[in-house]
């Protein structure tokens, strides 16, 4: 597998991968989009046409103020209101596991872009692994950073959980990319058993247009 | 009192006097005197031309001194040099609306076929007629497109009424506390407040300006009920609680024992000093009227289909009166239309007036997204603060001639 060059700008490191593989001037909505940061940078870029959605109130500020249309809202109840394929990509960036509803979130990501961007941490990963059995710990790390009680991913999962619910939801998977922890894109083969133990970001590019 | 700034313009101008104005209840008005305030210089490319529409019961002046309570004006804090809308990048126009008394034709004003006041023969008017004045007045200053068009309550409904009968005019909206129609309880409250102006004797069937008598109490009791909504109960509560008024003890009387009561009565009396009651009656016959669906089979997102506006959509967190949902509605709808949209709910307790109040989130807001705008639209940057904004218009001026023969002064009740 060819994984898509790094870019190099002034925007987070895990966003830059995604960005990497938007095209130019494509309609993009990014869902927990936070300051706009990726949006500004992808128009500014590629010229795309963006949208966002974010919670909290700060965060629409601040991207209102970058010329970033965002409206306040959220993943769970916001994304029922676009119309089918409004979106060349959806971007759904380290969102998935803090929703209520991580499916209904899914099945609408799909349905309103035509192809849509999802990373999360890999709660496969062997440091979370290692955490849980030889500690007997709820794994905390640089992607989990929250103790249990206080952490807002309610609806943490392994990358081979992941590709199970997209199978179940007849949801074909175009790209996986799994990151390690000095966030290098690793092997992703087979059943993706090796990024599911080294991985500790996995990013998806799904589609629910079967054989584009 | 208030010294206007020296780019600040009052002025009166007379419309329709040609073809009459076309209503939506079918009757023809003509002709029909608009007054309105600007502030700023159009640019030589007419691109920097700022909106604002005003709710219910302000006026044009959004700088002061008010002509009537001789106070400052309505969005001062807003509007001026290297203020949030910025007097030295945009050219900055408020009209009083059609139906008001602050100088556009209403029903205090005479009706050229009985050289009488209007009163209740003023024909019934709706935000899209209102919208129709504005948009014949621009034409009048020469002026095609809108930068944007900015409106808090009534304003918002007149800024979505641009944005959809004015598309190709309108480059961005911003609608603010506001809604895509009337609800049920808006229309209650609006209903109060008619009849307590209708069921003072001293209305005489709207006919009050001809019979030598003006329906005050009625009008106060009406403007008391409706302040009420504009605030919210947290800060309504915080500012008087349970206070008493001038006194150490309960009275066992009707008297004002409580200091919201005496706020309440000020409210109302100072507000029958400067507004007349047929006046609200029509204007809030008309924000009844709105429901920006009706045009499209009752499907909002149809409004708006092809829209290249940008939106704005701002809402309170603790206004009852346009609460969050309604913003909401809108922007499910725009999105439905895959339109360019903005929404921020500001959490404030100051209920639906906020935008009317030092509220920094709903400032900061503003400010980034005109300056975006702004930015994209190549309008020469903002200054920084009011003190360094006294310099020269950075773009060629413009003279446009507004009519200011007359200085609406005194034209209050």
Same mark, same amino acid.
């Not at chain 1, 249990?148 to 309610?154: R, S, V």
């Not at chain 2, 598309?167 to 961005?172: I, L, Q, S």
């Not at chain 2, 808006?186 to 109060?192: D, G, L, R, S």
């Given at each position: 597998?060819?994984f ?7 925007i ?6 995604i960005g990497?593989?938007i095209?130019h001037g494509a309609?993009?909505l ?6 706009g ?5 992808l128009?500014?870029e ?5 949208r966002?959605v974010e919670?909290?109130?700060?965060g629409?500020?601040?991207a209102v103020a ?8 959220d993943?769970d109840t ?12 959806a971007?759904l960036s380290q969102?998935l596991?803090?929703?209520?509803r991580?499916r209904?979130v899914?099945g609408?990501?799909v349905?309103?872009s035509r192809r849509s ?8 990963n062997?440091?979370?692994r290692f955490q849980?059995m030889?500690r007997?710990?709820?794994p905390?790390?640089d992607?989990m950073?929250?103790e ?7 609806h943490?999962?392994?990358?081979r959980?992941f590709?199970d619910?997209?199978s179940?939801?007849?949801i074909v998977?175009?790209?996986a990319i799994?990151?390690d922890?000095?966030?290098?894109a690793?092997s992703?083969?087979g059943?993706?058993r090796?990024?599911n133990?080294f991985g500790v970001?996995?990013v ?5 247009h079967?054989?584009? | 009192?208030v010294?206007p700034d020296p ?6 101008v007379?419309?329709?006097t040609?073809a009459?104005l076309?209503?939506d ?8 005197t ?5 502030q700023?210089?159009?640019n030589?490319s007419?691109s920097?031309v ?5 709710a219910?019961t302000?006026?044009?002046?959004m700088?002061?001194p008010?002509?009537?309570t001789?106070r400052p004006?309505?969005w001062e804090?807003?509007?001026g040099?290297?203020?949030?809308i910025d007097?030295?990048?945009?050219f900055?126009v408020?009209a009083?609306?059609l139906?008001g008394?602050?100088?556009t034709?209403?029903p ?8 009488k ?8 008017i709706?935000?899209r ?8 007045l ?6 095609e497109?809108?930068f ?7 304003g918002?409904m007149?800024a979505l ?5 004015y ?6 909206a911003?609608v603010?506390a506001?809604s895509w129609?009337?609800?049920?309880q ?7 407040a ?5 069921a003072?004797?001293?209305w005489r069937?709207?006919?009050?300006l001809n019979?030598?008598t ?6 106060a ?5 409706a302040h009420i909504?504009?605030l919210s109960e ?8 349970r206070?008493l008024?001038?006194r150490e003890q309960?009275s ?10 005496s706020?309440?009565r000020h409210?109302g ?8 009651a047929?006046s609200?009656?029509y204007i ?8 920006l669906s009706?045009?499209?089979g009752?499907?909002?997102?149809? !409004? &708006?289909t092809r =829209?290249?506006?940008r $939106?704005?959509?701002?809402s309170?967190?603790?206004d009852w @009166?346009y +609460?969050?949902t309604?913003?909401r ?5 725009l999105?439905a239309?895959?339109?360019n949209?903005s929404?921020v709910?500001?959490d404030?307790?100051?209920?639906h007036?906020a ?5 920094? !989130? &709903?400032?900061? =807001?503003?400010s980034? $997204? ?5 930015r994209?639209a190549? @309008?020469? +940057? ?7 904004a006294?310099g020269?218009?950075p773009?060629?001026?413009l003279?446009?001639t ?6 609406p002064?005194g034209t209050?009740?």
């Open positions: 597998m060819i898509p060059k790094r870019l190099k700008g002034p987070r490191d895990d966003l830059q991968l990497s593989m095209p309609r993009v990014d869902v927990g989009c936070g300051n940061e990726l949006l500004a940078w128009a500014h590629k010229q795309v046409d963006g966002g919670l909290s109130m700060a629409v500020r601040a970058r010329g970033v249309a965002v409206i306040q809202g993943a916001d994304l029922d209101d676009y119309p089918d394929d409004a979106f060349d990509y971007i969102t596991q803090a929703t209520e991580p209904e899914l609408n990501l349905r309103i961007i999802v990373s999360f941490p890999n709660f496969g062997w440091r979370s849980l030889f007997g710990r709820m905390v790390g992607c950073p929250h249990w009680w206080q952490t807002p991913n309610i943490l999962c392994t990358t959980d590709l619910l997209c179940t939801m007849g998977v175009e790209k799994a990151l922890a000095r966030g290098q690793c992703y083969s059943q993706g090796f990024a133990l970001q996995s998806f590019v799904l589609t629910r079967a054989g584009r | 009192m010294v780019k600040t313009v009052n002025a009166v007379e419309l329709c040609d009459p076309r209503l209840s079918g009757a023809e008005m003509g002709p029909v608009v007054a309105y305030q600007t700023g210089t159009l030589a007419r920097n700022v909106l604002v529409c005003h219910l302000l006026d044009q002046y700088r002061g008010h002509p009537v001789g004006g309505w804090d807003m509007v040099p290297g203020k949030v007097t030295t990048r945009f900055v408020c009083n609306v139906g008394c602050m100088g034709s209403g205090k004003d005479i009706n050229p076929a009985t050289g006041p209007w009163g209740l023969d003023f024909p019934v709706t935000i007629d209102m919208i129709r004045v504005q948009a014949l621009l034409d009048h200053l020469g002026i497109n809108i944007c068009v900015i409106g808090g309550s009534m918002a007149q009424q641009w944005a959809v009968s598309p190709e005019r309108v480059g961005a911003v603010i506001g129609r009337h609800s049920a808006n229309i209650a409250f609006n209903e109060v008619r009849q307590a102006i209708m003072d004797p001293d069937g709207g006919d009050y019979q030598g003006r329906p005050a109490h009625g009008l009791v009406a403007r008391m009920t909504t504009y947290p800060a309504l509560h915080r500012k008087f609680g206070k008024q001038d309960l066992y009387g009707f008297e004002a024992d409580f200091q919201v009561e706020y309440l409210q009396a100072s507000f029958v000093r400067r507004f007349d047929n609200l009656l809030t016959r008309a924000m009844d009227y709105f429901d009706d045009e499209y009752g499907v909002l997102a149809n !409004a &708006f =829209t290249k506006t $939106f704005c959509i701002v309170f967190s603790s @009166l +609460p969050t309604d913003s509605a809108i922007v499910r709808a999105n239309a895959a339109a949209v929404f709910e500001v404030t307790d100051k209920g007036d935008f009317l109040l030092d509220e920094p !989130a &709903f400032s900061d =807001t503003l980034g $997204f005109l300056e975006s705008i702004a994209r190549g @309008l020469p +940057p903002k200054l920084k603060g009011p003190s360094d006294r020269d218009d773009q060629a001026p003279a446009v507004p009519v200011r023969d007359s200085q002064e209050g009740p």
